[in-house]
């Protein structure tokens, strides 16, 4: 994910084709708007307090700072575009002005058209992949334009929330899920991360409830389950050598966790994995 942020900085937009099954991704936000598009398979993406199930042919638009939470629950190809809010004001001087919502819901309300055009341009850009003609990058970056065009036009709406509250709560959310990154490997109470934030117990969990839709010992466990689940595809290492690598301490609690998120047990995972090399 950050790789894919930093190269958007450097281009405006970033286009991936992506494949996976039962990946995970914990509540996260960035600055970017996020565009998936499902090619096949299932999953969901939650935000704003919502589940959004997703299946082949669906469009999803998560908008900048919107914290969100992504899974696949089977085979999943999907294309994936993050525009850059920063380089698309060379184009679009307001942008900012704008906020954006684009789900199959909204098909469901009226903009049926609006919603088909934006797939129809979408699965242009696969092809295009696959081929590969001369200059393709360019014409899929001119896809993406379009595609970003009729957004703003069928799907943007003034924006009339942003306010120094919020952003000021994502300022302190990010330097909490960075230190939760830099420490899960060790136990983190509740009192020590708090204090450490100049925040009481209470305040601390109601505020990362709130914000970001779990508890913060839930959130604590999806970032080492995360990691878990890479060093199972990626690595050789023993599973309660990597349960004790990462920090968790509950094994009771990582089966039934691990069992939920991906859908398998830590076993299956890696035998699927070894299966497909």
Request: charged share 30%; aromatic share 12%.
């Amino acid at each position: 994910m950050y790789e894919t942020l930093y190269r958007l900085e450097k281009t405006g937009i970033d286009i991936k084709y992506w494949t996976n099954k039962g990946q995970y991704t914990p509540p996260h936000w960035h600055t970017a708007i996020e565009l998936i598009y499902v090619l096949n398979g299932t999953g969901s993406v939650i935000f704003d307090g919502k589940e959004h199930l997703t299946k082949a042919g669906d469009l999803l638009v998560v908008d900048s700072n919107k914290i969100h939470e992504m899974k696949c629950a089977e085979v999943s190809m999907m294309i994936i575009i993050h525009f850059s809010r920063k380089r698309m004001k060379n184009y679009v001087k307001d942008i900012d002005s704008f906020r954006l919502s684009c789900s199959r819901e909204s098909a469901e309300h009226g903009k049926e058209k609006e919603y088909q055009s934006v797939c129809g341009l979408l699965r242009k850009l696969p092809l295009l992949y696959v081929r590969q003609p001369v200059g393709y990058e360019l014409k899929s970056q001119a896809v993406a334009m379009e595609i970003l065009y009729e957004l703003l036009n069928h799907f943007g709406e003034e924006d009339t929330g942003r306010t120094a509250e919020k952003e000021g709560a994502l300022k302190r959310l990010g330097e909490i899920t960075d230190y939760i990154e830099e420490h899960y490997r060790d136990p983190i109470p509740l009192e020590e991360i708090a204090s450490h934030f100049y925040l009481n117990r209470e305040y601390f969990s109601r505020f990362f409830k709130r914000n970001m839709g779990v508890s913060f010992s839930r959130y604590v466990n999806q970032v080492r389950l995360l990691h878990i689940y890479y060093d199972i595809c990626n690595t050789e290492e023993g599973i309660m050598d990597l349960i004790e690598k990462h920090g968790f301490k509950n094994y009771k609690l990582f089966i039934k966790m691990f069992r939920e998120i991906y859908g398998s047990t830590p076993r299956e995972v890696r035998s699927e994995r070894k299966g497909q090399t």
